[in-house]
């Protein structure tokens, strides 16, 4: 008898996978490894200060992304108050009021680019 119908070498010689078992796999990997948050740079964070403050002051809508350790959550809305000393800012969006840590906010742009 074929070393193949032996035990398990029915299984191992097996190779092939198929393509949504290859997706799922891959998925499954990177929710294992959480990303890190990335750091900005002087530049970065004085633009994302002044479309801050410009959606709060002249009522633009703007388009927030924030880290998360698994994907990227991004939320629409205005800025309705920044309280700089606490690094917390209060969002209006469709749904609602939502606060948010400055800290988590990755960019900034605005709602129609």
């Known amino acids: 008898m074929s070393k193949k119908l032996q035990q398990n070498g ?3 010689s097996s ?3 198929l393509p949504e078992h290859r997706e799922a796999y891959i998925l499954h990997q990177e929710h294992l490894a959480p990303r890190t948050r990335p750091s900005l740079d002087a530049q970065a964070a004085e633009e994302m200060s002044r479309l ?3 959606s709060m002051v002249l009522g633009d809508a703007i388009t927030i992304t924030l880290f998360d350790e698994y994907d990227d959550i ?3 809305g205005q800025v309705l108050r920044m309280n700089r000393p606490a690094r917390t800012l209060k969002l209006l969006t469709n749904n609602g009021t939502r606060d948010i840590q ?3 906010i990755t960019d900034v742009t ?3 680019e």
């Open 15 to 17: 190779r092939m996978m």
């Open 10 to 12: 029915i299984f191992e």
């Open 52 to 54: 801050l403050s410009n």
């Open 102 to 104: 400055m800290n988590l």
């Open 110 to 112: 605005l709602a129609g």
């Open 74 to 76: 991004r939320i629409t």
